[in-house]
């Protein structure tokens, strides 16, 4: 039987040990640095799924505002167009009938009435779908529309302020604002129990800046983040990029929200 | 008698090298990337083992190629390997391991264990990469992430990375006990360690010809 002659474990095993130890280290430091870029990974995975996800909403809000337009557009000038010739008919009908049958004219007037009505529903409905005056006269001038007809019953009070020489902003931009603003309008007439409100749009390159106060109950704890307009809101600072800070103010009381939007003019 | 039988197993090792190779050339149209890069160490393996073949029957000293083949295995291995773990391990980490070796072998080779010597030191540095990279790669396949964001064809180039992992686990353990066998066994013993090394030899080969026959074919792998 054959034998290990003058074999000498300690000078035979101690070199397989480290070895072992070289493959073991090895080992463990491919599999740190796989680690390490692995969070890097998720993390670039993270922030592509985000960035998707907004493109996702910012086109699922332009197809529907290009649809409102649209709907807008139509309204207006075609019903809108044939309800005023018909309006224009009845006049000429009432003019014509004067004299005679007396129930006639009165059932012409009550039709033309009626035509007017529809007209400025009509005027309304496609107004609250697109603001006309957005495109040519900005955000500051179809928020100044939109609050004078609020103002004057006199139950709340709303101010608007902003500095002048701002910036013609790209119109999606635009009409991002002017919706958020409209829903936090809405919320506080329909909600906070407020008789002022204030509005102060300022641009400090390259942010536009709104701050936005009532004087109301402000909101119900955990209220933040439920509702479908709340959760507009976010999407809508969202897509443009923006930061949203929202929530009721300590000392005076009442609702707070301020939202930065960068303009890439 | 013996020593016919292990003669016909030395001999007969060559077969499943030479049939894998054979059958990486004709499939190499079909295979993925992967597979494509793997390919050329096969390549490199049947035509050096033909070769130290031929120099066996003719009783020519073989050990240059072996010297050769370990340096330009380790280069093929290195690219097969960097491909695989691309984008999870930084390929420098790889060419760098590769450069070394290279290096080392070069040195070993001019200086230490002349061409027509036994490369032992350069055998066992290459088994030691081989296998940290391997049982890595073992890892690396187990991983939720690679499996989800990788293409590759994990059940193929398993068999690959196995194949892998036990001839070189095996070699190294030759290699190191290697000075002992030549000078403490009869020869008869010693050309069963070959036998040894040749049945691993032939493992690993049937595994890469495992790992080409269950290729995914709608996978890049």
Same mark, same amino acid.
């Not at chain 1, 103010?249 to 005076?252: G, L, P, T």
């Given at each position: 039987m054959e034998t290990i002659k003058n074999a000498d474990f300690i000078n035979a095993l101690l070199p397989l040990a480290i070895i072992i130890f070289i493959i073991a280290i090895g080992v463990v430091l491919l599999n740190q640095h796989f680690q390490k870029n692995l969070s890097l990974q998720k993390l670039e995975q993270k922030v592509l799924k985000s960035n998707y996800q907004n493109e996702l909403l910012r086109s699922s809000i332009h197809v529907q505002e290009e649809e409102r337009k649209r709907i807008a557009h139509d309204i207006h000038d075609e019903l809108g167009a044939v309800l005023s010739i018909i309006r224009m008919h009845l006049l000429m009908l009432e003019q014509q009938s004067t004299g005679n049958a007396a129930h006639l004219l009165a059932g012409l007037q009550n039709v033309r009435q009626l035509s007017e009505t529809v007209l400025a529903s009509i005027r309304s409905i496609s107004h609250q779908l697109?603001?006309?005056?957005? !495109?040519?006269?900005?955000?500051i001038k179809t928020l100044e529309s939109v609050i004078e007809p609020i103002n004057q019953p006199g139950n709340i009070y709303i101010r608007l302020t902003s500095l002048p020489g701002m910036p013609d902003l790209p119109w999606l931009t635009s009409l991002d604002l002017y919706r958020i603003i409209m829903e936090l309008i809405n919320n506080t007439i329909k909600?906070?129990?407020?008789s002022e409100v204030h509005i102060d749009i300022t641009y400090t390159e390259p942010y536009i800046v709104c701050t936005y106060t009532d004087n109301?109950?402000?909101?119900? !704890?955990?209220?933040?983040?439920?509702g479908l307009g709340h959760k507009s809101i976010e999407g809508r600072v969202s897509v443009l990029e923006g930061t949203l800070e929202w929530g009721n103010?300590? !000392?005076?009381g009442g609702f707070y929200a301020i939202i930065q939007i960068p303009v890439g003019l | 008698m013996a020593m016919n039988f292990s003669k016909i197993i030395i001999i007969s090792s060559h077969l499943p090298i030479l049939l894998t190779a054979l059958y990486a050339a004709f499939s190499y149209k079909t295979l993925g990337h992967h597979l494509k890069v793997f390919s050329w160490f096969i390549f490199l393996s049947g035509v050096t083992q033909l070769m130290s073949l031929l120099f066996w029957f003719k009783s020519k000293n073989n050990m240059p190629i072996l010297h050769f083949y370990t340096a330009a295995g380790f280069i093929c291995l290195a690219w097969f390997y960097g491909t695989v773990l691309n984008n999870f391990i930084n390929a420098k980490i790889i060419w760098s391991m590769a450069i070394l070796f290279l290096l080392f072998t070069t040195i070993n080779t001019l200086?230490?264990?002349?061409?027509?010597?036994?490369?032992s030191n350069a055998l066992a540095v290459e088994s030691i990469q081989i296998v940290i990279l391997a049982l890595f790669t073992f890892i690396f396949f187990l991983n939720n992430i690679v499996k989800e964001s990788s293409k590759l064809d994990i059940k193929s180039l398993n068999w690959i990375n196995s194949g892998l992992f036990i001839y070189y686990a095996s070699v190294l353990l030759i290699v190191y006990f290697g000075a002992t066998i030549t000078q403490s066994f009869s020869k008869t013993l010693n050309r069963y360690t070959w036998m040894f090394h040749s049945f691993f030899s032939v493992v690993m080969y049937t595994c890469f010809f495992i790992s080409l026959w269950k290729r995914s074919k709608t996978l890049t792998s």
């Open positions: 697109m603001p006309p005056q957005l !495109e040519t006269f900005g955000l909600h906070a129990r407020a109301g109950i402000g909101l119900p !704890e955990n209220a933040i983040n439920k103010q300590k !000392e005076a | 200086f230490i264990q002349n061409v027509f010597t036994f490369n």
